[in-house]
């Protein structure tokens, strides 16, 4: 089999006189059994892969894909990176999300290009004053760097912000967390896939995931595909926008319902933009990419969708913000703009762990925030499913809390999608 | 943005309305645990037509049901609250 070669200067420097690099990862037929089946290569389910198969010693595993990896939402979102939730629960996985991403580059021997260049999210009433202040106090309780700015403050760490008063929606202030920032969405996928592939793993594209087979005890036996049945004991469903579909194969009905989430980029400019700001009151997202494109994240549409390409007005809505946010940007040119497909649950918090079906694992529910979470999402569910059982990070997420009413209500906290 | 035929006012955009989840979801009489959480939320989410509930906020005000295709978001009709669904 043989992994590819270590990336390091001096090979860099070797190429440079010639030579090709080769493929990084391999493109398998898919076998007639796995011990484990993960459907879905995005991020999270080559996390998922990569850790079962490096942490938990399962390498006869597959990762199926009904498209290309990391063609989906991985590969079209704003790459946004933090962990200064509210809720104990929501911070334990982010945060140790973040922590995974300070050394992921190391651990993948591929440069994700983890940036940690802050995370600034704007107040712009008294209610989004006193959320974020409550933000910065539970997080320091958590151990979560969180900071406190004033308007001048929030002006000297991004120079480019408007902080003027005669505004519809002034800056009253801002919620840093420095340690926060953007990663390379698409060195995440391949960075996971080549790492998994060098350990074993099949990565199976173009096989789209048909039906999910049961035995007479109902548990999970294998599944139904595009390139034949795969006979495998345990199925993790890590399928993002199309989660309810796939567990309808199993007679699963789930909390949730998806959406299309929009983000656009402009045409490169110099650099300008130092950080990554945010404002949920006006609907704002913008970072600015190592390309020099300014990156903006749009809102959902308000009614549920596959269509993958949200409306016109909805990604206008935010533009109209950005431009106030930051007069200078006006006249910037969009490149072009795109619609992923988000679940989102009730709480807006994820779900990690086990279902009514022996042996079908799911991890789904990230909604408009899951790409700061992929580290943490695949190492604990990765654990969920070799063990069988919820890792102690992941076990708050359960897809029971909906029936105990022990929800992890982020919704509530940020007011609006994250 | 959809052009949504309100069945009392007639065609307007998507902006003067509300979406209002699911169709046809059913108070359970008997309200064990299971049942709540249904009720409250487990919902269909499916790719192709779906039942939902709109409601015309800034018109008429008033709910309405819809069925809508979720891959081509072509909406096939709507019809007013207990008429037969479309």
């Known amino acids: 089999m043989g992994g590819p070669t270590s990336f390091s200067a001096w090979g860099l420097l070797r190429r440079a006189f010639g030579g090709a690099w080769g493929e990084q990862w391999r ?7 796995y011990d484990a089946v993960i459907v879905g290569a995005g991020g999270h389910g080559l996390a998922t892969a990569f850790y079962l198969a490096s942490e938990h010693g399962l390498r006869n595993i597959a990762v199926l ?12 979102n704003t790459t946004i990176i933090r962990s200064n939730y509210l809720w104990d629960e929501s911070a334990a996985i982010y ?5 995974l991403w300070e050394g992921l580059s190391q651990a993948l021997n591929y440069n994700v290009m983890y940036s940690p260049r802050g995370v600034m999210m704007l107040a712009h009433n008294q209610h989004d004053v006193r959320v974020f202040r409550r933000h910065v106090h539970a997080n320091r309780d958590q151990g979560i760097d969180n900071e406190w700015l004033t308007p001048e403050e929030a002006k000297v760490f991004c120079p ?19 340690r926060g920032g953007v990663a390379r969405h698409d060195a995440v996928a391949w960075g996971y896939a080549r790492a998994a592939s060098a350990l074993g793993v099949d990565i199976v594209e173009n096989c789209e995931v048909t039906g999910i087979s049961r035995g007479l005890d109902g548990a999970v036996t294998g599944v139904e595909t595009t390139r034949g049945p795969i006979r495998t004991g345990k199925v993790g469903v890590v399928a993002a926008g199309h989660t309810s579909v796939l567990m309808a194969m199993a007679g699963v009905r789930m909390p949730l319902e998806s959406f299309p989430l929009q983000a656009l980029v402009s045409e490169p400019i110099k650099p300008v933009m130092p950080c990554v700001v945010m404002s949920n009151t006006v609907h704002a997202y913008i970072s600015q990419s190592d390309k020099g494109e300014m990156v903006i994240g749009a809102s959902t549409d308000v009614y549920p969708s596959y ?7 909805v990604a206008m809505h935010t533009l109209e913000a950005i431009c106030e946010l930051f007069p200078s940007f006006r006249r910037l040119r969009m ?9 989102c649950t009730p709480d807006r918090s994820p779900i990690i762990g086990l279902t009514p079906v022996p ?24 654990a969920t499913i070799a063990s069988g059982k919820p890792h102690p990070i992941a076990a708050p997420f359960n897809l029971d809390r909906f029936r105990t009413g022990r929800l992890i209500d982020e919704a509530a906290a940020a007011a609006v999608s994250h | 943005m959809l052009l949504i035929p309100c069945p009392w006012c007639g065609p307007r955009p998507e902006a003067e309305f509300h979406h209002a989840g699911q169709a046809h979801l059913t108070r359970p009489a008997q309200a064990t645990d299971e049942a709540w959480a249904a009720y409250l939320y487990l919902r269909n989410n499916p790719k192709g037509p779906h039942a939902e509930r709109w409601r015309h906020l800034h018109g008429c005000g008033r709910f309405f049901n819809c069925r809508r295709d979720t891959v081509t978001d072509r909406i096939s009709g709507t019809s007013a609250p207990g008429a037969e669904a479309v």
């Open chain 1, 359 to 382: 042996g079908l694992f799911v991890n789904c529910g990230w909604g408009t925030g899951g790409f700061k979470a992929t580290p943490a999402s695949g190492h604990v569910f990765a």
């Open chain 1, 335 to 343: 490149l072009r703009n795109w619609g992923g497909i988000v679940d």
């Open chain 1, 27 to 33: 493109s398998p037929e898919p076998k007639a059994a």
């Open chain 1, 65 to 76: 894909d009904k498209g290309w990896l990391g063609g989906g939402n991985t590969g079209r």
């Open chain 1, 95 to 99: 945060e140790h999300s973040l922590k």
């Open chain 1, 307 to 313: 269509s993958q390409a949200g409306g016109p007005h």
């Open chain 1, 160 to 178: 480019p912000l408007d902080i003027g008063r005669d505004v519809r929606y002034p800056v009253l202030g801002a919620a840093l967390q420095r």
